[in-house]
């Protein structure tokens, strides 16, 4: 794509007039946006960059081996990897509000990014993934002026704390360019075609009080509901898709015997920049195949229900 070989030359030689001989600190979430920034701004200045990938215990299934093995083996770049799971589970123990969940996930995220920043010695730059729809959303929203919706934790709060330049080498495109750009710097198809995934991961996907027990169900029961999408060749129609993980109980029955278990979520829309979403139109025979499955294979769900509302008025993640 002429487009984008143009553009990753042109932020090459930005990326390197402003970070000279500097040394770069990057947080990797596991998504695409970050993954892109930190392989263009590696290709720029190599080992000048050092990557830090805080697991927070709220990823889904295998998601931070695959983040981890993609940057040490694929791409040799410097990584440190923090498995910080016990912290946050810790800290979310009896937190249900949204916006409290959103804030202590994204302050314990700059603790501990910032003590590892320390410890790789100090770096003069920070780097992020921001895209252009997350400079506008996190300032205001079309609904009204300057209201927050959500408290967005990968955008902001770090810059101030940390007294570190910017380096956003994303923050002029959407989405579907960051992909693109991808590509381009040969990042795997599998990788760069991955759904966007929130930074305060699965917690805001459990309503409710988030532990690890709901953790592991809903890790299991997303990932039977992505394979079905991937298996119906779906995955790449939709733009986002997953499953919550109610805090409300109903009664079934398997066998012969009375359930008393949780309900499960389904998500999915299309979107072109997560700003505006539609229902994805699923066959009821789909739909039907993934609820059977999940409710046979989970243990802790005994009913699923399908989420039909837009954005707006609805939004893309739960809370
Ligand atoms: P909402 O739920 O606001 O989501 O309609 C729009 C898009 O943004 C993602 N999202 C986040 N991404 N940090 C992120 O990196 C966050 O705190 C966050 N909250 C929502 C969401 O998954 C969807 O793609």
Redesign the pocket.
């Known amino acids: 794509d002429w487009t984008m070989a143009e553009f990753r030359k042109t932020k090459l030689e930005e990326i390197r007039a402003q970070v000279g001989d500097g040394k770069v600190i990057c947080g990797l979430?596991g998504?695409v946006d970050s993954a892109v920034a930190a392989v263009l701004i590696h290709e720029a200045v190599g080992d000048q960059l050092t990557c830090v990938y805080v697991d927070h215990g709220l990823m889904r299934l295998n998601e931070t081996e695959q983040v981890v093995s993609l940057f040490r083996d694929h791409y040799n770049i410097p990584l440190v990897a923090v498995d910080a799971e016990e912290t946050f589970l810790n800290g979310l123990a009896g937190v249900t509000d949204p916006e409290k969940k959103?804030k202590f996930i994204g302050g314990a995220f700059i603790d501990l990014f910032e003590a590892e920043a320390k410890k790789v010695g100090g770096a003069d730059f920070l780097a992020q993934g921001t895209l252009y729809p997350?400079v506008i959303?996190s300032v205001s929203f079309t609904g009204g002026p300057s209201v927050t919706?959500?408290?967005?934790?990968?955008v902001g709060g770090l810059p101030e704390r940390m007294n570190m330049e910017l380096v956003e080498p994303l923050r002029e495109l959407f989405k579907d360019e960051v992909r693109d750009l991808g590509r381009e710097l040969g990042l795997p198809e599998g990788f760069v075609g991955r759904h966007?995934?929130?930074?305060?991961g699965l917690a805001?996907r459990i309503p409710g009080e988030v532990t690890k027990e709901r953790c592991d169900i809903l890790r299991k029961a997303d990932a039977i509901y992505l394979e079905e999408i991937r298996n119906a060749g779906l995955y790449d129609a939709i733009w986002?898709a997953f499953a919550v993980l109610l805090p409300v109980k109903t009664v079934g029955v398997m066998g012969d015997g009375r359930t008393y278990d949780s309900v499960c979520g389904l998500r999915a829309v299309t979107s072109t920049d997560?700003?505006t979403?539609d229902v994805y139109p699923f066959d009821s025979s789909f739909l039907t195949r993934v609820a059977t499955r999940i409710v046979n294979e989970v243990q802790g769900i005994n009913r699923v229900v399908y989420d039909y509302t837009s954005?707006p008025p609805g939004?893309?993640?739960w809370e």
Not at 196 to 200: A, C, E, I, L, S
């Open positions: 979430s998504g959103r997350d959303e919706i959500k408290s967005h934790h990968n966007p995934f929130p930074g305060p805001i986002q997560g700003m979403a954005k939004t893309i993640e």
